[in-house]
């Protein structure tokens, strides 16, 4: 029968400096998956601790505080609870914006940080100051004979809006390692300064646990994040300002 001659194709030669680019690359996005993958595991565990001392953190205060004021407690993590879903969005909204820019520039948008921070700083002021004057019409309203709570609860405005920006931003640069130790710091800080006010006999102040512990965590999350390097190019100012206002009102609702 007829047979088809063999095929041979010609053989192409790949230059050298591209083989070597070529490996040199892929080294690299191996390197940097390791990285990220063994980061997004320590945050887990972190979470993991922290939910633990969470727990610890609730079921001590059930053993040590009169049932009146384990329902103020309960009532500021009621607070807490509502302020996480604005805070939430807005970190959300700088892990969307700096991602996007550390990828698409190559660079980290410290720019965009500094920027957003500021401002965001100024409105939670504005916030600050109305939740306190509201503080006696709130403590009328809840039936609490006392006001110390709710001016405890205040300060979590200003300093939760600086942290859900500083943490989006490291969340967005792929720092999650350092997200990890917040995230354990401040857990572990509130369970063990509300021990402490209980075992000094004060539990009037326990309250200042959450904006005690929050403060720490948002003092070292600042520290690591205004360490990272700025931006090796300039960046326009109008997409240093521009803010997606879209997706941090779709993530409010989401």
Do not use: C
């Not at 063999?6 to 230059?15: D, N, S, T, Y």
């Amino acid at each position: 029968g007829f047979k088809f001659p063999a095929l041979r194709l010609p053989k192409v030669a790949v230059p050298v400096a591209f083989s070597h680019r070529f490996q040199s690359i892929s080294i690299k996005i191996k390197e940097q998956s390791t990285s990220t993958i063994t980061s997004g595991g320590t945050l887990i565990a972190a979470s993991i601790f922290a939910s633990v001392f969470n727990f610890l953190y609730n079921a001590y205060l059930v053993r040590a505080l009169e049932l009146e004021e384990f329902g103020l407690i309960s009532l500021i993590g009621n607070f807490i609870f509502l302020t996480s879903i604005p805070l939430g969005a807005l970190s959300r909204t700088i892990v969307y914006r700096s991602a996007y820019l550390f990828g698409k520039y190559k660079t980290h948008a410290r720019k965009f940080w500094v920027y957003v921070r500021r401002r965001s700083i100024l409105i939670s002021v504005a916030v600050t100051a109305a939740w306190v004057a509201f503080t006696p019409f709130l403590s009328s309203f809840f039936h609490s004979e006392s006001w110390l709570p709710f001016f405890l609860f205040a300060p979590v405005w200003t300093i939760g809006v600086a942290a859900a920006v500083d943490q989006g931003y490291l969340n967005g640069n792929l720092k999650f390692k350092v997200l990890s130790v917040l995230i354990i710091a401040e857990s572990l800080i509130k369970f063990l300064v509300t021990w402490t006010l209980v075992e000094l006999d004060l539990k009037n102040y326990v309250y200042s646990a959450i904006p005690i512990s929050m403060t720490a965590s948002f003092i070292i999350g600042w520290f690591f994040a205004n360490s990272i390097k700025g931006e090796k190019l300039s960046l326009d100012e109008k997409v240093v300002h521009k803010f997606p206002v879209n997706f941090l009102i779709s993530s409010v609702f989401s």
